[in-house]
């Protein structure tokens, strides 16, 4: 999900879909262009993709993120951004593509289970206000938004699974856009804050084991219903590093964590 700062929403390559708007599109084997898409992308990915992935794969946060991922910080940003790694290949495909298709596909990223819509986390700066915006955006050479079948926004979500990435995803945004401010002085994000800060939301793992083991639980009083859930549920993890991140860094008070008196 990117951050959409302009006024001119319809300056945005696509078409802008409200809930009500309709629009068509089928993948299938059939289609001249199928797992064409999967191929030389710049590709982010949020932390709830990477929990995703990880658990599909049986492996440790860490383990995904060394293997399959790169981590860059763009220019003017405060904050970085996580790329899947395309393979090593003359194509540069997506390391799950297979002859058979995706070898993740129950646990696909937000960017692949949303396609060919894209959504967007449009800032309005004068009233310190966020709402959601969503594009028709499938590529110039997809054959499969010439196909018949008819989506809303709600039809498609529930077809693809994506309820609950879409709101992780929103979640971790409005996290995001704090990052226009930074947070981390002369230092960056490279700083003691900085990994700290990118442990606690793309390393699930590696943030739990230092909540537990460290003096974590002795400066932070955690609400009780999340306490419980973290030893064992990555998301739970994930909700205690946003809302962490929020007030570690930027001060912003929430329900979720807050500094022992």
Known sequence: MKLVETDNLSGIRG????????FTFRCHPAVSCFNKCCRNLNFYLNPYDIIRLKQSLNIPSDAFIDNYTDIVLRPGH?????????????????????DGGCRVYPDRPHTCRAFPVEHGLYVDAGKNATRL????????????????TVWTLKTWEA??????????????ANVMRLFQANPF??????????????????NV?????????????????IEAGLRMRIKSDDVAVFKLGMAWIKMFLFGVKTPEVKVKR
């Open 15 to 22: 078409r802008m879909i409200k809930d009500t708007d309709t």
């Open 133 to 148: 915006v969503h594009f028709f955006r499938p590529p110039e050479f997809c054959e499969g938004q010439h196909e018949d």
């Open 78 to 98: 405060h904050f970085p951004d996580v790329l899947l790694r395309m393979a090593d290949n003359p194509e540069k495909t997506c390391p799950f593509l297979t």
């Open 159 to 172: 077809d693809q699974e994506a309820a609950f990435y879409n709101q992780m995803t929103a979640a971790w």
């Open 185 to 202: 002085g002369g230092q960056g994000p490279e700083s003691q804050k900085g990994r700290m800060a990118f442990m606690a939301a793309y």
């Open 205 to 221: 793992d590696a943030f739990r084991e230092f909540v537990l083991t460290s003096s974590f639980l002795q400066r932070y009083k």
